[in-house]
């Protein structure tokens, strides 16, 4: 019995590795058309929606934006705090000497009680003349702040301060321009022309406060005195309305009275005073 040839072994390198490599090759063609595609494209559309929206790192289409550019501030950045009262009180704010607003005013909404424990209690108003370009709020805060302070006019209980906003007030403290303020102050025979002083307008309601010298202070506070060269500005006008007159700086190196005219001068017969905002410093 004869044993049958054994059948003859394949190549290598036949047609069935050939079929085999060439499947291989066309597979990994088409996925790199595909990652290609989505990355020409910008990506996964399904997470990135509509042309123009924000991926997860915050770019849009082409990584070109980021959130600080567009003005909402890096993911947990926090907000930046608003400026605090005194800070308010401290900036030199820009105002031409000759600014002119509109001549009639506005009064600050709203009612404050006065000191505790005040004796006379005196009503007040605020105004501000349309136009200018100053914030009625802080200047309402820093009258009845000022006023109502131990240092102030209220000092010892003697008095207290309480601000309205109708026709009962026995007074109006007015912020305005200086051209608007020297037609009030010329009702009462007041000259404030020449060097754009405040006045109290003894023959009218008004108290002007000079909105020039509010926004720039003076060369006798200098920039870095703003604070307390307006709260001067206030207890000075409100100590005319109360009965009081000038007086000049009796001693060399001493605070000067806060009756003294001190956005003109802190000397007088060649005494010079330090510059001083309030009526009783000590409290």
Same mark, same amino acid.
């Given at each position: 019995?004869?044993?049958?040839?054994?059948?003859?072994?394949?190549?290598?390198?036949?047609?069935?590795?050939?079929?085999?490599?060439?499947?291989?090759?066309?597979?990994?063609?088409?996925?790199?058309?595909?990652?290609?595609?989505?990355?020409?494209?910008?990506?996964?559309?399904? &997470?990135?929606? !509509?042309?123009?929206? /924000?991926?997860?790192?915050?770019?849009?289409?082409?990584?070109?934006?980021?959130?600080?550019?567009?003005?909402?501030?890096?993911?947990?950045?926090?907000?930046?705090?608003?400026?605090?009262?005194?800070?308010?009180?401290?900036?030199?704010?820009?105002?031409?000497?000759?600014?002119?607003?509109?001549?009639?005013?506005?009064?600050?909404?709203?009612?404050?009680?006065?000191?505790?424990?005040?004796?006379?209690?005196? &009503?007040?108003?605020?105004?501000?003349?349309?136009?200018?370009?100053?914030?009625?709020?802080?200047? !309402?805060?820093?009258?009845?702040?000022?006023?109502?302070?131990?240092?102030?006019?209220? #000092?010892?209980?003697? &008095?207290?301060?309480?601000?309205?906003?109708?026709?009962?007030?026995?007074?109006?403290?007015?912020?305005?321009?200086?051209? /608007?303020?020297?037609?009030?102050?010329?009702?009462?025979?007041?000259?404030?022309?020449?060097?754009?002083?405040?006045?109290?307008?003894?023959? /009218?309601?008004?108290?002007?406060?000079?909105?020039?010298?509010?926004?720039?202070? !003076?060369?006798?506070?200098?920039?870095?005195?703003?604070?307390?060269?307006?709260?001067?500005?206030?207890?000075?006008?409100?100590?005319?309305?109360?009965?009081?007159? #000038?007086?000049?700086?009796?001693?060399?190196?001493?605070? !000067?009275?806060?009756?003294?005219?001190?956005?003109?001068?802190?000397?007088?017969?060649?005494? /010079?005073?330090?510059?001083?905002?309030?009526?009783?410093?000590?409290?």
């Amino acid at each position: 019995m004869s044993v049958p040839a054994p059948a003859p072994r394949p190549k290598k390198g036949g047609k069935g590795r050939v079929v085999t490599g060439v499947l291989a090759l066309a597979v990994t063609t088409v996925l790199a058309v595909v990652i290609g595609g989505q990355v020409a494209g910008g990506g996964d559309t399904s &997470r990135n929606g !509509a042309t123009g929206q /924000t991926d997860d790192r915050g770019q849009t289409d082409g990584g070109t934006t980021s959130r600080s550019e567009d003005g909402r501030g890096a993911p947990g950045a926090p907000e930046k705090a608003a400026p605090s009262y005194a800070q308010q009180m401290s900036e030199v704010l820009p105002l031409e000497p000759d600014f002119k607003g509109k001549g009639t005013f506005t009064a600050v909404k709203g009612e404050e009680r006065g000191a505790e424990g005040g004796g006379e209690v005196l &009503r007040y108003r605020v105004d501000v003349e349309k136009g200018l370009p100053l914030a009625s709020g802080l200047f !309402a805060k820093a009258v009845h702040k000022t006023l109502n302070d131990e240092r102030s006019w209220a #000092h010892d209980g003697e &008095r207290s301060f309480e601000r309205v906003d109708g026709k009962e007030a026995d007074f109006v403290i007015t912020l305005a321009s200086s051209p /608007t303020t020297d037609v009030w102050c010329a009702k009462s025979g007041l000259d404030t022309s020449q060097e754009r002083v405040s006045c109290d307008s003894a023959s /009218t309601d008004r108290i002007m406060i000079n909105g020039y010298r509010w926004a720039q202070g !003076a060369k006798t506070f200098g920039d870095h005195r703003m604070y307390s060269y307006r709260q001067m500005l206030i207890n000075h006008e409100v100590g005319h309305r109360i009965g009081l007159n #000038h007086v000049g700086c009796s001693k060399d190196g001493a605070l !000067a009275p806060v009756m003294m005219q001190q956005t003109k001068t802190v000397t007088t017969d060649g005494a /010079t005073c330090k510059p001083n905002a309030w009526p009783f410093p000590k409290g």
